[in-house]
């Protein structure tokens, strides 16, 4: 039975795991800080490990990518979307109005919350909250937890509904998202490829490319290699190398498998003008609707 290393029970990436998955029997292991997920794998506690990378409202999430370039050395096996529904979870019974009026927010006292799965909800919070105190934590099931560890206070957390059943609190609003197409990407990284079996995936690699210094137009000219061969880039996106100031690698994702003709040549044609490439994964990428339609099946 493979071991699968995520954020705790309740979680985004908890609920985006078990999607995935469906019904394979897997183990899955929880852990508070996503440098605990990362290092379980790394350490061999687990086979692989769930990493959310990347989100329709707040775009990447910078320090998930430095771990997985700079702290860990473990290719991308799977990756997949997966929609981020947050609610408002608390004790309605504490934060209820007169009778009928449903939740008095002026009662609640403090807003927990990921500061990624925050962003996602700030006009809804400004717009009934304004007092509220907001408070940054690990992931929304801590933010849950907590909740629940500190009844009478009017502690509420943003969070899923998964963690609000595995915590017994309430979901005082649903859907508080500002955004309705509110997704995330997720990556499976693991020593061994692995696929789950769908008809809806198409192949993906991604890259880290670094410029040779001193080169007018490397950029462009890398560019080059993948539009003549007509291979499509979803995304590119520069970071700091974080060796000195101004330097930058270019991570890329390739709708191209790495055993294909192409994609193989373009990398020969970079490396050849003194640009460093690393894979960092090929592998199948699933839509949400065909893991959906699989799931329902």
């Not at 991308?76 to 929609?83: D, Q």
């Not at 408070?135 to 629940?148: D, P, Q, R, Y």
């Amino acid at each position: 039975m493979k071991r699968i290393a995520l954020l705790p029970e309740g979680s985004v990436s908890h609920e985006a795991a078990l999607h995935l998955f469906g019904d394979e029997p897997v183990e899955l292991l929880h852990f508070k800080q996503i440098s605990d997920v990362f290092m379980a794998t790394v350490s061999g506690k687990s086979d692989y490990s769930v990493i959310p990378m990347e989100n329709t409202i707040e775009g990447s999430v910078s320090l998930h990518m430095d771990w997985l370039v700079h702290e860990v050395d473990i290719p991308m096996r799977i990756e997949w979307v997966y929609p981020s529904i947050q609610n408002l979870v608390g004790r309605r019974e504490e934060l209820e109005g007169t009778a009928g009026s449903g939740i008095d927010y002026s009662k609640v006292t403090k807003v927990l919350s990921h500061p990624v799965a925050m962003a996602q909800c700030l006009q809804f919070i400004r717009s009934r909250m304004p007092h509220a105190e907001l408070e940054h934590v690990g992931s929304t099931s801590e933010a849950v937890e907590l909740v629940k560890q500190h009844p009478g206070i009017g502690w509420t957390a943003v969070g899923t509904a998964l963690g609000a059943k595995h915590h017994g609190l309430d979901i005082l609003a649903e859907k508080v998202t500002d955004h309705d197409n509110n997704f995330t990407r997720f990556v499976l990284i693991g020593s061994d490829p692995l696929q789950i079996p769908s008809k809806s995936y198409e192949d993906k690699t991604s890259i880290l490319v670094t410029l040779p210094e001193d080169f007018p137009g490397a950029l462009h000219q890398v560019l080059s290699a993948f539009a003549w061969r007509k291979l499509n880039l979803s995304r590119i996106e520069s970071r700091p190398t974080k060796k000195r100031l101004g330097s930058y690698y270019f991570y890329m994702d390739v709708l191209a498998p790495m055993d294909s003709v192409l994609l193989p040549s373009a990398i020969g044609e970079i490396e050849a003008l003194g640009c460093q490439v690393r894979i960092l994964g090929s592998y199948p990428s699933y839509s949400y609707e065909g893991l959906k339609s699989e799931v329902q099946k």
